[in-house]
């Protein structure tokens, strides 16, 4: 156990920060939907997420036992610092965007979790557990939007194809993996991250294909990794108006 | 209250005697208590006074997620961010309750959101006034979801059924979140900074006289008051349930160590309420006709948020064509 703890937090804030940062561009959707039918689905999927990323930063809080909570990893932490994949911190965009971004994480969230619902570690397979049932329900959202926009109408479909011309670069971050967690799912600990990639590469093809969207040639690595806390000049502005009060009164109750 | 002026278009309300019998039939229907439901003859009148309250009243929830939707991004803490997400998730839903209630009289969603949009039509004015800091979602909470509880709990008894009944789904919710706007509130004064104690007083400074605006005009300026009463569409008038929320707050104010923007608030033993001082009528009605602080911005947000999504809905409509199509061929 003691091999693997500093591991163990860094995958639990990679979880953590995907669920938080997601969640928060999800925030920024308040009032601007397209229907109020999706003003709820996404304030309900966005609040899900940070549910989950709660979860995920009190076990990491426990492990780490330096005196820092849940809010503290989740508000008073730089860019440098947070672990989350570069396609969640990208804007919103239009309804494509969104929803591409949605579908492409909703696919990976979905088969990382089912994967650790049967972790070794029965911390994280309780938290994988009760994650799984919203996520087969953001899954089932994303994606049947992904259809709607591009077997939908000739505007619908460009938006959709521009939206994954734009989001495909980042896909190679959010499925590779790395020592660490090749360390943990050795340990049966963490999800594998092959095996990840590829239920997710089959559920890509399966839903683009009903869709009638070509699958791009997979991604490749472009010298950021969010994993290591090098993002996108996107996250440092995401986090500013984020952390503003915690940062800002840094002894305060709220 | 979310619908604060509404327009009966009765000049004077008519006695029995002058009703043909179908009205006297609605009104002796009204006088028993019992509910009026969609198939049920009902005046025009009654019919389109209806449509334009709930239709307010819709309205005001959806654009009432905006001033919260400001702070949604910047919630201090985890929990007080979830807390804020799930209670705009509630005022989306209170929109499509009450828009389907408003459907069941023969309107049109899309028809009255456009009024919403080209200005026609009217929401509280309470939700014109920018949200500044972050005890304004404490304050929002405790005295905006206040004032809409005491007067939705008197319109769960209001005569038109599918009204009431969505009145008796919100106040459910609504409780829960002026419990929890309360609760920021009590926090900041409790375990709070200077700063923090500072930002609630402030809060409370800006929205107190917005929150007692939310009752609609005085009685003696309400002449669409009596016809919504004789209706039963209305249950207490607008200075009674003005009262009623001051009555219950200021103890709630004096709990929490702060003061109303208000010298002339005093305890009055002989009536047995609370005393306050004049309302600014000439800034109810301002803002009332668009003129307030964020009328403007309120209304882009709204507007855009639909024109940009038009695309979004025709391709769902199309979808759903084409998939139907499929269906039958196989």
New interface residues.
Partial sequence: MTDNKNDLIEYLLRLGDNALVNGQRLCEWCGRAPALEEEMALMNVGLDLVGQARNWYEYAAELLADGRDADQLAFRRDERAFRNCLLVEQPNGDYAVTTAKLFFFDAWHLHTLKALSASRDARIAAIAAKGLKEVTYHLRRSGEWVERLGDGTEESRRRMLAAIDELWRFTHDLLAGDEIQQRLAGAGIAADAESVAAAWQASVEQLFERASLPVPQPASYFYLDGKRGLHTEHLGILLAEMQFLQRAYPDATW | MYAQLVETGVKRVKSLEEMSPEERAFQERIDAEIKIEPKNWMPDAYRQTLIRQISQHAHSE?VG??P??NW???????????QL??K??DE??H??YL?SAMETLGADRDAEIEKLHSGKAKYSSIFNYPTLN?ADMGAVGWLVDGAAIVNQVVLQRTSYGPYSRAMIRICKEESFHQRQGYE?LL??MR???Q??KDMVQDAINRLWWPALMMFGPSDADSPNSAQSMAWKIKRMSNDDLRQRFIDQTVPQLEFLGCTAPDPDLKWNEERGHYDFGPINWQEFYDVLKGNGPCNRERIA??R???E?????????V??AA?RQQKQKVA
């Avoid at chain 2, 949604?72 to 979830?82: D, E, G, M, N, S």
């Avoid at chain 2, 940009?308 to 769902?316: I, K, L, M, T």
């Fill in positions: 959806i997620m905006l919260e939707g949604v991004t910047r919630a201090p803490t985890l929990k007080r961010k979830l997400m799930a705009i998730q989306a839903g929109g499509m828009y972050w920021i926090t900041m375990h709070g900074t700063a923090q947000t709204r855009k948020a639909i940009d999504g038009a695309w979004v809905r025709e391709a769902a199309a979808h084409k």
